[in-house]
Structure formats: C-alpha cells, structure tokens
C-alpha cells in the first residue's frame, strides 16, 4: 500500500473546481456506500463502535467496509496523513445524499451492496 495519497489541499488554497476534482479522483474507486461509511467514521475520529452506531451496522461490518476501502484505494487508512487526505477528500465531494439514510436497506439494519 502506499502511505500517503495525492497530495490535499483544501478548496480555500486550490480552488473549489479543483479541489472537487481532486478528491473525486482519489475516491473514484469506492461506492457509495463505502464512501459514506468511510466519511462518517472520518467524522468519528477512527473510532468504529459509534460510527457503526449510526450507520446501523455491526462493528465488525463497518470494520470490512473500511478494509475494503483501504484495499480498493491502495492506502492505509492506519496512516494519519492518509485519514486527514481522505477526510479533506470525503468532505470536499459530500452531498446532501452522503447520509447513512440514504443507503438501501435489507432487513432492517443490514445494507446492502448495490448490484453489478
């Protein structure tokens, strides 16, 4: 994995366009899902069991999205310079959609993957 990603600079000191392009570049890879659940635990410091809690998934579930963002972006989200990329990244593209209760359910607290 690599250590660290592109190089993040904020909107304020690259411009919004360029900025947005930036950071969809960098989260190209993941879905939805994995972006939301990767963003939300961003806004929990790294901290699983809340993130979880508000996503409505497992911990342990949680934790394999996180591993497969980690895999599908070749980082290593243990880095600390790679979470404050990936969180500049995740804010920089976050929508009004971006919200855990806008990913399908199955079950009641299950998500679901999207079909391919």
């Known amino acids: ?13 690259l411009g919004a ?3 947005r392009d930036w950071a ?4 190209a890879p993941l879905d939805t899902r994995l972006r939301i ?3 939300l635990w961003l806004g929990h ?3 699983t069991a809340p993130a979880a809690a508000e996503l409505g998934v497992h911990r342990t579930t949680l934790g394999n999205w996180l591993a497969e963002c980690g ?10 310079t790679v979470r404050a990329q990936l ?10 959609d971006d919200v855990p209760s806008a990913l399908p359910r ?3 607290r299950t998500y679901r993957a999207p079909q391919q």
């Open 24 to 27: 969809a570049a960098l989260l």
């Open 1 to 13: 994995m690599r250590p660290v990603a592109a190089p993040a600079l904020p909107a304020a000191l």
């Open 37 to 39: 659940a990767l963003r």
């Open 106 to 108: 199955r079950g009641g």
């Open 87 to 96: 969180h500049l990244a995740a804010e920089t593209v976050a929508g009004p």
């Open 71 to 80: 895999d599908l972006l070749d980082l290593d989200p243990a880095s600390v």
């Open 45 to 47: 410091r790294g901290r």
């Open 17 to 19: 366009e360029e900025a």
